[in-house]
């Protein structure tokens, strides 16, 4: 049994440093998936045409300038992002702008805050597996002694032995929720350790599968060597890091092409002809790193691309419930001890709180000048028919009730986003869900729903299946890809194969 984890290394098969004759490739979709894939290639050599539809960078993470009624301009994004230290592969994206990450702030801890005064914090949790799991019993308010005979063991074991291969053929099929009843932990340690935790991932615990939840479960805590506290940005997604990403695709000899739609893509024997708002784009090999809908609408319009079961596999994706984003620019500050971030359960659709002037420096500035606070509240898997009026009463609702301080302040302004277009793990998926290579020789497949072997998840699973596509396609032209990290591939308790 190793209980001492360390990140593994996945090599990508030998070859050239760079292509040996002129290659061309296009990416299709400029977030991080699509930046990551055009970023490997370009700096191999190949001739790189990036096509987004946005007017901005960065798909679900972009970020965009807006202004305030005074005249002020800000930047606003589509919510905050913790960088989590076993985020290899996107650490390693974005030291090609920063090699000592010094835009990313560390933060010393984020509370799980709950009903009536409950509290759990994150600090200090060694990154040992059982070491990990019995600090954080003992020092839950909600988890005693006299409980744990009531767990049921065989159900906890699994998060200590999962297995990409194994954990899916046993656990794709049920459900998370009926997972965490399985579990039989008291309502309220649920709650505030497992609950808020599989909230996070956007998907409702009745509609997501619980292989998913425990590769979470193992990737963020149980089989993660780096701990669970996360960075920050210390500013804007726009400035911190796609301003400076556009700088490093343009140095790369990268032609970005934004506000372009991609229609189609014919496929003439070994090559790819891409038509992107009425001009075709040839290429000698197509990332196609698109979100669910985007890849449904391309695939639409590109009846003779891949075979019939890869096609229904590609159809078989979904989207899961929509999310809200609401920031709030007060006229006051809230209390001295806030921190910059805490996750939320138990009332209502809350699912954390972001004090924005803690930790970025264009909030920190506006909150220094007007002596107020910038807050935002974030709301996962939102119930279809939920307006945004109830939307914004349940939220302003939680706010209160977690800093009651809040409540004295006056709103000078706001933003609220509701959208719908994050993936569904739904049960049963798995097996069908497409994996970077597809049946077309030079076209891969990039993005955090796309199926992978190894544990991985939101930004950090768009990042890596970019680089795998890059990868998939400098195979072919026996050039050298990118090395990738990732946590153990299997839990303590895992089953030799």
């Not at 032609?255 to 992107?276: K, M, N, P, W």
Request: glycine share 10%; aromatic share 8%.
């Amino acid at each position: 049994m190793q209980l001492r984890l360390r990140p593994e290394v996945l090599e990508p098969r030998d070859g050239l440093a760079r292509v040996a004759s002129p290659r061309t490739a296009v990416v299709v979709g400029g977030g991080l998936a699509g930046v990551a894939a055009a970023v490997v290639l370009a700096e191999r050599g190949v001739a790189v045409t990036l096509v987004e539809k946005e007017r901005v960078l960065g798909g679900r993470v972009s970020a965009w300038t807006d202004t305030l009624a005074t005249g002020e301009t800000f930047e606003m994004e589509r919510g905050f992002h913790a960088f989590f230290r076993q985020y290899y592969n996107l650490r390693a994206l974005l030291g090609r702008l920063d090699p000592s990450l010094s835009f990313l702030m560390p933060l010393e801890d984020y509370p799980i805050l709950g009903p009536h005064g409950a509290r759990e914090k994150f600090s200090g949790i060694p990154n040992v597996p059982l070491l990990n799991i019995a600090l954080v019993a003992l020092r839950s308010g909600t988890l005693g002694l006299r409980d744990l005979p009531r767990i049921d063991a065989k159900s906890a074991l699994a998060m200590l032995a999962f297995d990409s291969v194994r954990t899916y053929d046993s656990h794709d099929d049920t459900t998370a929720g009926e997972y965490l009843d399985g579990l039989r932990f008291p309502r309220a340690a649920r709650q505030m350790l497992f609950d808020v935790f599989a909230h996070s991932f956007f998907n409702p615990e009745d509609d997501m599968s619980a292989a998913e939840l425990l590769m979470m479960f193992h990737f963020y805590f149980i089989g993660n060597p780096e701990g669970l506290v996360f960075d920050v940005l210390r500013e804007p997604f726009s400035t911190a890091v796609w301003g400076p990403m556009r700088t490093l695709l343009d140095s790369l000899g990268v032609e970005v092409l934004l506000g372009t739609s991609v229609a189609r893509i014919e496929q003439h024997d070994e090559r790819f002809r891409v038509v992107a708002d009425g001009a075709g784009l040839e290429a000698d090999g197509c990332v196609l790193a698109l979100d669910v809908a985007g890849l449904e609408r391309v695939l639409t319009g590109s009846p003779g691309l891949g075979d019939e079961a890869w096609r229904a596999n590609v159809g078989s994706l979904s989207l899961t419930l929509p999310f809200a984003v609401w920031r709030l620019f007060l006229d006051r500050p809230l209390a001295r001890d806030r921190v910059p971030f805490a996750g939320t359960t138990g009332v209502g659709m809350l699912d954390n709180i972001s004090l924005y002037h803690l930790f970025e420096g264009e909030s920190r500035a506006w909150a220094a000048r007007t002596g107020g606070a910038v807050v935002e509240l974030h709301a996962y898997a939102v119930p279809l028919d939920a307006t945004e009026a109830a939307i914004r009463a349940d939220l302003q609702r939680g706010l209160y009730a977690f800093y009651p301080e809040a409540a004295r302040a006056r709103v000078i302004e706001d933003r609220f986003l509701l959208r719908r277009d994050c993936p569904a793990f739904a049960p049963g998926s798995h097996a069908a869900r497409p994996g970077v290579e597809t049946p077309v020789p030079g076209l891969a497949l990039a993005g955090d729903f796309v199926r992978v072997p190894i544990p991985t998840a939101l930004m950090e699973r768009a990042v890596t299946t970019g680089m795998l596509a890059a990868n998939t396609l400098l195979d072919r032209w026996h050039v050298r890809g990118e090395t990738l990290r990732c946590v153990p591939r299997r839990g303590i308790f895992a089953p030799r194969r």
